[in-house]
């Protein structure tokens, strides 16, 4: 789907790219030649990006130091910040990790698809030791994408893949917006166009007690359903178990002014439902589309804003996906 705002301002997107840079990483088409040579490169110890239905990931082999240690480096990742390592299905989770009553239930009702599930991990596994950055549980996902399960099973093993941005910015849900960040700095992007769901996973400790971890492409409610209980959740950003979840993060260049109904002066507005913008996340107020829209138009509001400029973002509803979309933006908006 191309907006229109695709087209208004068709010098100033994506800025960043250099012809040298661009270069340096290749784009894999999603054909059979794409998904063999994205699993070359991975044997051979490289990082690719590819399409999941939430984000795109910045995918390395779980098993090599040399790779994870690669994903770090590419992203500027602090490397106390562990990795979801990305299996094709439940019984290759379970080959790595333990899983108690509620992760089972979980990974039934919602795998392949848009949940992390932090387990503890068995012993002698054969994963890289970076990929947990030293903790006993690792973090774990079937996705539900068709190309990542594709190079999943070509590729024959784990993949460790955090969404393929610079650490602290605006994830990506395209193939372009993996080259805007990474260029340059990673094999290739295997271009799956973008992404349904448009939102990171949900990550959830599921035993013996569930905690989310962060709220994301699975709601809450559904989880709580599932369950039938109420989970339970880290608030304290400031002491997060889920060490990612710091309190700046997701950010565009731009400052957030967010619960905005309308514009002040020099801001660009991202509307929402009945506020309209420069931009929208979704006229209809659907979260479903607004949750896919968003980091696509955070960064079409960056460039329209400018340097110095300011983002204001209509108030969303905090049900459903509501609730990490607004995670995402209040993270966005942090102090940094
Ligand atoms: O949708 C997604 O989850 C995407 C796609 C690529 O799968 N990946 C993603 O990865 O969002 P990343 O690295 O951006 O976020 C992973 C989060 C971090 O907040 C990290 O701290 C947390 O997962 N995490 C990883 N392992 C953990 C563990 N053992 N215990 C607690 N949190 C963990
Ligand atoms: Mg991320």
């Not at 030649?33 to 690719?48: F, H, P, S, Y």
């Not at 990612?244 to 400052?255: K, M, N, T, W």
Request: charge should be negative; glycine fraction near 10%.
């Amino acid at each position: 789907m191309d907006a229109p705002w695709d087209k208004a301002i068709p010098f100033a997107w994506p800025i960043k790219l250099d012809a040298a840079s661009i270069a340096m990483t290749r784009t894999l088409a999603s054909d059979e030649t794409g998904i063999n040579q994205a699993a070359a490169l991975l044997e051979a110890g490289q990082l690719v990006a590819f399409p999941t239905e939430t984000v795109y990931g910045l995918g390395g082999d779980a098993r090599s130091d040399l790779a994870v240690a690669r994903i770090f480096e590419a992203k500027g990742r602090p490397s106390f910040n562990p990795l979801i390592v990305h299996l094709p299905d439940l019984a290759a989770v379970q080959s790595i990790a333990e899983m108690g009553p509620n992760a089972l239930a979980l990974a039934k009702a919602f795998w392949p698809g848009p949940l992390t599930l932090v387990l503890p991990q068995r012993e002698g596994t054969g994963l890289s030791p970076l990929v947990s950055a030293g903790l006993p549980t690792v973090a774990v996902r079937v996705p539900a994408h068709p190309l990542a399960q594709r190079l999943l099973r070509r590729f024959g093993g784990p993949i460790a893949a955090p969404s393929a941005n610079p650490s602290g910015r605006v994830s990506p849900t395209r193939a372009e917006h993996v080259l805007d960040g990474l260029s340059g700095r990673i094999a290739a992007v295997l271009d799956g166009g973008s992404c349904d769901v448009g939102l990171e996973s949900t990550i959830v400790q599921a035993d013996p007690v569930p905690v989310l971890l962060r709220p994301g492409g699975v709601p809450v409610e559904a989880i709580e359903k599932t369950l039938g209980q109420p989970l339970h959740m880290v608030g304290d950003v400031e002491r997060p178990t889920s060490p990612g979840q710091l309190a700046s993060h997701y950010a565009p260049e731009a400052r957030l002014r967010l619960g905005a109904t309308s514009a002040m002066a020099g801001e660009v507005l991202v509307g929402f439902g009945p506020v309209p913008g420069d931009l929208t996340l979704s006229a209809e107020g659907d979260l479903v589309e607004a949750a896919a829209n968003l980091f696509h138009t955070l960064r079409l509001a960056d460039r329209m804003a400018g340097s110095g400029g300011m983002i204001a973002v209509a108030p969303v509803p905090d049900h459903g996906l509501g609730r990490a979309i607004n995670d995402r933006l209040r993270r966005a908006a942090a102090p940094r």
